[in-house]
């Protein structure tokens, strides 16, 4: 089975809500809500993989900073590694590749949201760094 390294930004506005992205339908796991990012390629670290993938797949710059926590799930066709890192946005024009929507939501509307199941541990992980 396949195993994917992912990173995963954790991205809070000044009202401390959390930027959540909707993968366009088409894509692997399509439909479900995430933290934004993508793969890590070889040679690449942590944070600087997330800054580009920010990049490429939203047009936002970004500066990763704190590891939030990480966690592996394993899906029926391959496994992730997903690493989560609370990340500052530096620019807001956003441009959507990969998502179709996102949202800024309050911490306790998670649930009302249909995530990708590698991406649920981290948002228990973000009680810590909220209240």
Do not use: C
């Not at 939203?58 to 989560?84: D, Q």
């Amino acid at each position: 089975m396949k195993t994917i390294e992912v990173v995963a930004a954790v991205i809070f506005d000044s009202q401390k809500r959390i930027l959540i992205a909707k993968r366009k339908i088409e894509k692997s796991l399509g439909g479900k809500w995430e933290f934004p990012g993508g793969k890590i390629e070889d040679g690449e670290d942590h944070r600087s993989a997330l800054e580009r993938e920010l990049m490429e797949e939203m047009n936002i710059a970004t500066k990763a900073n704190r590891f939030i926590g990480s966690n592996t799930h394993h899906y029926p066709n391959f496994t992730i590694n997903l690493y989560a890192y609370k990340t500052e946005l530096l620019s807001s024009e956003f441009k959507l590749v990969d998502h179709d929507l996102i949202k800024w939501i309050e911490y306790n509307d998670f649930e009302n949201y249909d995530f990708a199941e590698a991406d649920i541990p981290i948002v228990q992980k973000l009680k810590s760094f909220l209240f």
